[in-house]
């Protein structure tokens, strides 16, 4: 557990769960980037994951399942000085949310999206994610008879400007990927490898430990197309890493005369506008 | 004089119905205007319905004094309720054979002007010769109107219009000044402003659209957040989501939309975050009639989403209600951290009318503020028990205190619970907000006689037929009032009880097939009321509707004898 002022509570997470090691690198990286709890504002929707803001000493907002992404987008429209991280599952993120999945991409609202994803549905004890591996005659437990999803190609397709694959047992690589995205200004995904102890017999710490590798030096996250490369690569080898980040205007860089550096909290009504407005009705 | 223009989609109907409304109140007139148009944007057939006279109008009636007719199916449709001594203007090239034709030869005299487009504009030329009006006002509405580039051919159009008929009416106007003339929908986005509004997100969809359209045009005047979302899902989350984090928020949509809609307005409900939600309904089931009008979702919007929690409906009765009672929503959705539903419908979203100009300071400061305790944020609690129910709300990022909502069960820091007893409480604290908002809650409207007899009862926007057929029988000697909410649920009991304990007989007037505002009432109060007057067409309910309605159930000619 994080020393910092972001330390974490008790938690309703089983013994052994890859969260925890999730929360507890983000308390360190949020540490690190000396914010205040106050500036900090964690979303969730529903689920083991999305739990987490129940846990961290921050603003927090649980939502509704799937609909982590919407409200955090607002969120951060309105009030643009909070630091914004939706912490959510693979079934909130991919599942039940993948329409605003998909459109808070091209929104490109300065937020930060970390997908705990263990590729099963927790929660609910034990039922196929859309992340879940494919079927084979000897897998046992939940699988994908449909064709998994593919979050960080999607992501790219739509066009995010930060993609990135980190695993929750590689806590070093975990946190400065954490940290990159959060400094990241636009939408950042990181997808978050994550064993699930109870349910998930497949795709284990052991599994993820032996078929995860970092990107090499020298590659090139600013090329779409190695990108997308990279990101059909799942099997044998799972890249974790940045596998792409540009900088593109933000949600509220492309309407400056509406985000004009005063907090749309902080706006008021100016009776003289409405009352000229009304005043052409005449 | 009542007006109908009739034609196809792309004709230019909406345009020129919108020229002649404004050329009117510029000449002096009251004017109401409705719109009856297709799910289609090419073909079809459209109307508009322009009434207007010395003395305000309010409601559109059925029997025509001009049918203006762009094509055979216009005529066809209209021509039964165009008075005997009625015109009928068309291009002699349809063929019709009419009495009361007056033929204009419309489609050569626009070609004359440049373009076939023209021809509503040729049309104004000629209403305007034949009624009486000053040519130059219509001109000048037109350079209003137009672009630069088109207004040549246009000003040929309505001289050459003008010129082709001889003057059939002097009206006399009576100079009605200071007057503005708008839409249900203009009027409800502009109060929505008064009201404070920050954020609005909504998904494209009749008859709700023109209130995103609205706000998107007038976002950076306003400094409003609007965005378009994928779906009715996301805007009301993305509203929530704005304000949990502080800006008055509103979404708008339409039946189907609100349905979707349904789970976050839980989500309103027990993270208790003020949201407006305006439900401009439209017939349903699911697609039902999609640019037409009912009043059919009252039920729905009074009781949708599992779980207990308060909110409040209001239904919007006309221009001035949806300016005034849209500011009036945003701030008791603040007031009371309730999610506040606004019915309107497709009727008085797309009319327009002159009415008295809005007082824009009166819609700001419509609802008193809880006087609130000083809030030390180092022991912030988001959901305080308190004696009122309402707990301090604070904006996360503006001080030192932690904000979290929950949409679980939660403690007063809004952290998640199973327990028993906060469960309880929190049930209790949510519920507790409606005796504080039973206090300002608003009676129904009162018109008609003042020990009526029979006593009407409606909601929502069909108010104005109501009073005006409550007028018409009153000076038939009839013993008629009538009693149209506004506020409708929580339901004000208290005018209701008292003037039907006197009524001899008590009817629902209602755009919905299963009387749904009886159905309220006697879930409410225990009432029952003796018949209703129902329409569920598509179409709004008239002032001749409402007589004829009344009418056949006999007792209106009893009393009246």
Redesign the interface.
């Given at each position: 557990m994080s020393n910092g002022v972001f330390h974490c509570s008790e938690t309703a997470w089983c013994p052994g769960c890859g969260n925890f090691d999730i929360v507890n690198t983000l308390t360190g990286v949020l540490d690190d980037l000396k914010l205040?709890?106050?500036?900090l504002?964690l979303?969730g929707g529903?689920g083991q994951a999305a739990?987490l803001?129940?846990y961290v000493?921050?603003?927090?907002?649980?939502?509704?399942h799937g609909?982590a992404l919407?409200?955090?987008?607002?969120?951060?429209?309105?009030?643009e000085?909070?630091t914004v991280i939706v912490d959510t599952g693979d079934g909130d993120s991919y599942g039940e949310g993948g329409?605003?999945f998909?459109?808070n991409i091209r929104?490109n609202v300065d937020i930060t999206h970390f997908a705990h994803d263990n590729q099963i549905y927790g929660l609910t004890k034990g039922q196929t994610s859309p992340t879940s591996d494919p079927c084979s005659e000897d897998r046992t437990g939940a699988c994908n008879l449909s064709k998994p999803f593919n979050p960080l190609m999607i992501a790219l397709a739509a066009g995010a400007t930060f993609v990135a694959r980190s695993f929750s047992g590689n806590k070093e690589h975990l946190a400065k990927t954490m940290k990159a995205a959060i400094q990241h200004k636009g939408y950042a995904l990181v997808d978050i490898l994550q064993p699930c102890v109870s349910f998930n017999k497949v795709n284990t710490f052991g599994y993820y430990k032996e078929h995860t590798y970092e990107l090499e030096e020298g590659y090139d996250k600013t090329d779409l197309q190695t990108a997308v490369l990279r990101s059909m690569e799942y099997g044998p080898k799972i890249p974790i890493g940045i596998l792409y980040q540009v900088q593109k205007p933000t949600y509220h860089q492309q309407r400056p005369?509406?985000y004009?550096g005063?907090l749309?909290?902080d706006?008021q009504?100016?009776?003289k506008?409405?009352?000229a407005?009304?005043?052409k009705?005449? | 004089m009542n007006i109908c223009i009739g034609g196809a989609a792309g004709d230019g109907i909406e345009t020129m119905a919108g020229i002649l409304e404004k050329t009117l109140q510029r000449s002096g007139f009251h004017v109401y205007s409705m719109r009856d148009f297709m799910s289609r944007i090419r073909g079809g057939h459209n109307f508009a319905q322009i009434r207007f006279g010395e003395e305000p109008v309010t409601a559109h009636i059925d029997a025509l004094d001009i049918l203006i007719a762009y094509d055979l199916r216009s005529y066809e449709e209209h021509q039964a309720r165009l008075k005997p001594e009625g015109l009928l203007l068309a291009d002699p090239q349809l063929g019709i054979e009419d009495k009361r034709l007056l033929p204009v030869a419309l489609k050569t005299l626009a070609k004359e002007s440049g373009s076939a487009r023209t021809i509503g504009v040729v049309c104004i030329g000629a209403l305007a010769k034949l009624l009486g009006l000053e040519l130059d006002t219509a001109k000048a509405v037109l350079k209003e109107s137009l672009p630069e580039k088109l207004l040549e051919m246009n000003i040929t159009a309505i001289e050459k219009g003008y010129d082709s008929v001889e003057k059939k009416h002097a009206l006399v106007s009576p100079k009605v000044e200071g007057q503005i003339l708008l839409t249900g929908a203009e009027a409800l986005s502009m109060g929505a402003i008064a009201g404070g509004l920050r954020f609005y997100s909504a998904y494209p969809m009749s008859p709700a659209t023109s209130i995103l359209n609205f706000v998107t045009a007038h976002a950076e005047e306003f400094s409003l957040a609007v965005e378009q979302a994928e779906d009715e899902i996301a805007a009301i989350n993305m509203a929530l989501g704005a304000s949990f984090a502080g800006a008055k928020a509103m979404v708008g949509t339409s039946g189907g939309g609100f349905a979707l809609m349904v789970e976050a307005l839980g989500l309103a409900g027990i993270a208790e975050l003020p949201v407006v939600i305006v439900d401009v309904q439209r017939p349903g089931p699911a697609t039902g009639l999609p640019t037409r009008t009912e009043q059919s979702d009252l039920l729905f919007t009074c009781f949708a989403s599992q779980g207990e929690f308060p909110r409040m409906v209001i239904a919007v009765r006309n221009h001035a209600d949806a300016f005034y009672q849209t500011a009036r929503a945003m701030q008791l959705a603040h007031k009371y951290q309730i999610p506040v539903l606004v019915l309107s419908d497709q009727y008085l979203a797309d009319s327009a009318a002159t009415v008295e100009p809005f007082d824009v300071k009166k819609a700001a400061s419509s609802v008193k503020p809880l006087e609130q305790e000083a809030v030390d944020p180092a022991d912030y609690l988001r959901y305080k028990i308190t004696d009122s129910g309402i707990s301090p709300m604070l904006v996360p990022g503006k001080t030192e205190a932690l904000v979290r909502s929950d949409s679980d069960e939660h403690t007063e820091d809004g952290t998640i619970t199973e327990s028993a007893e906060v469960r309880v409480q929190m049930v209790d604290k949510r519920a507790r907000k409606l005796d504080l908002l039973a206090e300002e809650l608003l009676e129904p409207e009162y018109v008609g006689s003042k020990e009526p007899e029979v006593l009407l009862i409606g909601f929502g926007t069909t108010h104005n037929a109501i009073a005006e057929a409550v007028s018409v029988l009153n000076k038939r000697g009839v013993s008629i009032g009538a009693l149209s909410f506004g506020d409708i649920y929580p339901l004000p009991t208290k005018e209701l009880k008292r003037y039907w304990s006197k009524a001899k007989a008590v009817y629902s007037v209602e755009q919905n097939a299963t009387a749904q505002l009886a159905r309220l009432v006697r879930m409410e109060t225990g009432l029952s009321v003796d018949q209703s007057v129902l329409k569920y067409d598509g179409r709004q309910l008239s002032v001749d509707d409402i007589v004829h309605g009344l009418e056949a159930f006999g007792t209106v000619k009893e009393v009246s004898k």
């Open positions: 205040k709890p106050s500036e504002l979303v529903i739990k803001n129940q000493n921050a603003n927090g907002f649980s939502g509704l609909r919407p409200a955090a987008a607002a969120a951060k429209m309105v009030n000085k909070l329409n605003h998909l459109h929104r005369a509406i004009d005063t749309m909290v706006k009504l100016s009776e506008k409405l009352e407005l009304l005043a009705y005449a | -």
